[in-house]
């Protein structure tokens, strides 16, 4: 009374029909849930952000604050 010997003539190839589907088939679910959870609400923050942003009164403010070496404040 022994066991029987393992049958590992075409192992590989019957568990990755099995597998490679599946595998397949999550990483879509993965690629879509990433999608439109993470980079649709972010492009949509970023178009919020640049509907209402002014880049010159950005830049005003940022030469009166005196952070650039190359533009004076108005002031002097």
């Given at each position: ?22 595998a397949f ?43 650039f070496e ?7």
């Amino acid at each position: 009374m022994s066991l029987p010997k393992p049958v590992m003539r075409g192992l590989l190839g019957r568990r990755l029909r099995f597998h490679l589907p599946i595998a397949f088939a999550l990483s879509i679910v993965a690629a879509a849930a990433f999608k439109y959870t993470v980079t649709e609400p972010r492009k949509q923050a970023y178009a919020d952000f640049y509907k209402q942003y002014d880049a010159v009164k950005e830049f005003n403010a940022m030469r009166e604050a005196g952070i650039f070496e190359s533009v004076r404040p108005s002031g002097e």
